[in-house]
């Protein structure tokens, strides 16, 4: 499967600071998906963004898509101690009905 | 929201014994299943999908015979790794698509597999 891209790989903040995660992906897609995986946990759905849709809200979270430029970012704001892991997006491509997952951002937000 | 079982959660096995890992629909059906790996500090890379009563469709470059999966009821897959060698240690997460269509896709909350 193709992967996408995601920067930064690794990102370390102060709590109360906004972290903004980048992704770039190849294909057309469905939607596209965020996705919190805590280390050496399963993963936890975060927010899902269609193809016609070009920024949506869930609670402390904002997730853009840009279909022109095939890349969507997430951004966490007013960040915690408990947003440290790994976060990544993962696309709903055309015709595929697995998701293939970007490179992935490990957050560290320090308290 | 719906959720998926995974078992165990870690297992640790000699080389050349075979393992398997269980992942269930607990409260709904799931006529398509996916199996992940994951190496440590990178992302996960899909190695089959699994359907209910028909054989399992590999990604290329996975060996369908040391990786062999069941899909035998709407409720529960299984992946046995056969034979296993260290280089097969690595996390393996399998997941289902959330019914409802609003939650995106759910899953099990991983396997690590040591072979020693």
């Known amino acids: 499967s193709q992967q996408g891209e995601e920067d930064p790989q690794a990102l370390s903040i102060q709590e109360g600071e906004n972290a903004t995660m980048n992704c770039s992906y190849k294909?057309?897609?469905?939607?596209l998906q965020w996705y919190r995986q805590n280390s050496g946990r399963g993963l936890v759905h975060l927010i899902l963004i269609r193809s016609n849709e070009r920024e949506k809200h869930s609670g402390r979270l904002r997730v853009t898509l840009d279909t022109s430029k095939k890349s969507s970012s997430l951004l966490i704001t007013a960040s915690r101690a408990a947003d440290t892991a790994s976060y990544f997006c993962?696309?709903?491509?055309?015709?595929?009905?697995?998701?293939?997952f970007g490179s992935g951002t490990r957050l560290q937000v320090q308290p | 929201g719906a959720v998926v079982s995974q078992h165990p959660s870690r297992v640790i096995c000699k080389s050349g014994t075979s393992v398997k890992i269980e992942c269930r629909s607990l409260d709904f059906q799931a006529t398509t299943m996916f199996w992940y790996r994951q190496f440590p500090k990178q992302s996960l890379m899909l190695m089959a999908t699994?359907?209910?009563?028909?054989?399992?469709?590999?990604e290329q470059g996975v060996e369908k015979d040391k990786f062999l999966i069941n899909h035998a009821s709407l409720t529960l897959s299984t992946l046995t790794v056969t034979s296993a060698h260290p280089e097969d240690s690595s996390f393996y997460i399998c997941?289902?698509?959330?019914?409802?269509?609003?939650?995106?896709?759910?899953f099990g909350s991983g396997t690590r597999l040591t072979v020693v």
């Open positions: 993962a696309t709903a491509n055309t015709g595929r009905r697995a998701l293939t």
């Open positions: 997941s289902a698509r959330d019914p409802t269509g609003l939650y995106g896709y759910t």
């Open positions: 294909t057309s897609i469905n939607n």
């Open positions: 699994s359907n209910e009563g028909s054989k399992a469709t590999y």
